[in-house]
């Protein structure tokens, strides 16, 4: 295929056009239910595969033989998912999290025997998010569905006296793997 303008203009037509960054919606599977809420930003690693080397005998080192696959976005050991909410004037969303965060370890803290299959089984285990992204008619053409989700982080808030701009605060969730539909 040649790299002509007009091998792109058929390529892109081909597919529809191309997605837009702020044609999405965000679907939480909370534990209270389904909730579509809206979102300012929504921002996830990659997907990379782990390798080890094989070190078998011979030239060189080996292969590097793939074994794992990693979400972890940044450079980081675990997975992120990062979105921005609005705050609403009754804090319906933000509220929504901290009841959601609070289930999962009760009281903000860990002591003595502890188990974690009961918040897990019961909070975690059905929880998702789903990122629809839309296009220009508000057709859903992608979903990505982040499975056992759940929030591990809310941002601290800032609100300012001095700006006009409006109220957020970001969520980080982890996840145990997602898949493009």
């Not at 060189?60 to 997975?79: A, E, I, L």
């Not at 569905?145 to 969730?173: H, W």
């Amino acid at each position: 295929m040649s790299n002509s303008i007009n091998d792109l203009k058929v390529l892109v037509d081909a597919a529809g056009g191309i997605q837009r960054q702020n044609r999405f919606n965000v679907v939480l599977n909370t534990p209270d239910g389904i909730n579509t809420i809206p979102a300012i930003r929504v921002s996830f690693g990659g997907r990379q595969l782990d390798t080890i080397a094989d070190k078998l005998p011979g030239p060189g080192h080996g292969r590097n033989v793939p074994f794992m696959q990693n979400y972890s976005s940044y450079g980081s050991n675990s997975s992120n998912l990062v979105i921005r909410f609005p705050i609403e004037q009754n804090w319906k969303t933000y509220k929504l999290l901290e009841t959601w965060m609070n289930l999962i370890v009760q009281d903000g803290s860990i002591s003595g025997n502890v188990s974690f299959a009961r918040p897990y089984d019961d909070v975690i285990r059905d929880g998702f998010v789903k990122v629809e992204c839309l296009d220009m008619n508000g057709i859903i053409k992608t979903t990505f569905t982040f499975r056992e989700a759940y929030p591990i982080k809310l941002q601290p808030i800032e609100l300012s006296a001095d700006t006009g701009e409006f109220a957020t605060f970001d969520v980080f969730y982890n996840f145990r793997n997602y898949e493009a539909i």
